[in-house]
T-cell receptor, first 113, second 115 residues
Framework: AQSVAQPEDQVNVAEGNPLTVKCTYSVSGNPYLFWYVQYPNRGLQFLLKYITGDNLVKGSYGFEAEFNKSQTSFHLKKPSALVSDSALYFCAVRDSGYSTLTFGKGTMLLVSP | DGGITQSPKYLFRKEGQNVTLSCEQNLNHDAMYWYRQDPGQGLRLIYYSQIVNDFQKGDIAEGYSVSREKKESFPLTVTSAQKNPTAFYLC??????????????FGPGTRLTVL
């Protein structure tokens, strides 16, 4: 079985401060991990993914994520938040033996001016 | 949203009616997916198809049906058996055949409301 957890329903950060959105996962094989962002009434936009190799993955719009195998985590980070980063963020996992993605429940990021 | 289109953007259904949501992609992707999104529940998989003329049930297939007659198209029918169909529906596609490493790309979604 595969599962993913986003422990925070909402994250609040001031513009210019660093942000972290947390994600932990559970798989039996090797994990393929993804982050998506969703703006209101829109589809999901792909940000970045971890497949193998370097534990620090860089993605779109200045976002990055760190894969930590021992802690089974894949937290999304950005050094300096923008008001326009305010959106709903989803973490997703696919076990190497599976053909479908499992999504977390999402974390709402609110960046205040 | 890329090369995946969903129509209509908004759809209203009366009790007891079947409705069909359209999903078309021009990315030449083999696999296509339908998800349902409800507030606070993330995305839940309804059906998916990895090749033409073949599809599998996801986690919440009851009350839904699909077809995959063409590679580009994967329509979803919400039947009257679906008791709580009001939700945001998202279609996605991937290249497939890469051992799960491929990225899913999403359409813009259809918001279905039962009157």
């Amino acid at each position: 079985a595969q599962s993913v957890a986003q422990p925070e329903d909402q994250v609040n950060v001031a513009e210019g401060n660093p942000l972290t959105v947390k994600c932990t996962y559970s798989v039996s094989g090797n994990p393929y991990l993804f982050w998506y962002v969703q703006y209101p009434n829109r589809g999901l936009q792909f940000l970045l993914k971890y497949i193998t190799g370097d534990n620090l993955v860089k993605g779109s719009y200045g976002f990055e994520a760190e894969f930590n195998k021992s802690q089974t985590s894949f937290h999304l980070k950005k050094p300096s938040a923008l008001v326009s980063d305010s959106a709903l963020y989803f973490c997703a996992v696919r076990d190497s033996g599976y053909s479908t993605l499992t999504f977390g429940k999402g974390t709402m990021l609110l960046v205040s001016p | 949203d890329g090369g995946i289109t969903q129509s209509p953007k908004y759809l209203f259904r009366k009790e007891g009616q079947n409705v069909t949501l359209s999903c078309e992609q021009n990315l030449n992707h083999d696999a296509m997916y339908w998800y349902r999104q409800d507030p606070g529940q993330g995305l839940r998989l309804i059906y998916y198809s990895q090749i033409v003329n073949d599809f599998q049930k996801g986690d919440i297939a009851e009350g839904y049906s699909v077809s995959r007659e063409k590679k580009e198209s994967f329509p979803l029918t919400v039947t009257s058996a679906q008791k709580n169909p009001t939700a945001f529906y998202l279609c996605a596609s991937t290249t497939g055949g890469t051992g799960g490493r491929d990225t899913q790309y999403f359409g813009p979604g259809t918001r279905l409301t039962v009157l």
